[in-house]
């Protein structure tokens, strides 16, 4: 794929390419993992303006693990099979509650 242009993977914005969301998971559980990445990006934002170095990993922590189970980080998920994928997404939410001191709703 030539740079700018978009397919059913990526999409491009401001000239870099981004990978998108796997479709294949199913909105409800997408939309709590945009949930946990968007306060991931918040608290970005905030502990740099605070100049906390610990609060700013765990940040960049929790907004990797929601990128990694909405697909957008981590093994291509167009090359895995749905199951694997779905698990992954499940196990990504599972593990940010977690973060929240919300534990696993499936353990």
Known sequence: MTAGVEDDHFFVVDGR???????AIPED????????LGRGRNA???????GDEDALAAARHRNGLAKN????????????PESER???AE???A???RL???GSPRS
Request: proline share 2%; hydrophobic share 35%.
């Open 86 to 88: 779905l698990a992954q």
């Open 95 to 97: 593990d940010l509650d």
């Open 44 to 50: 970005v934002k905030q502990a740099k303006r605070a």
């Open 29 to 36: 559980l997408a939309a709590r993992l945009r949930s946990h």
């Open 91 to 93: 196990q990504a939410l």
């Open 69 to 80: 189970g909405l697909g957008e980080r981590g093994r291509e998920w167009w090359t895995r």
């Open 100 to 102: 929240d001191g919300a």
């Open 17 to 23: 390419r981004w990978r998108r969301t796997d479709p």
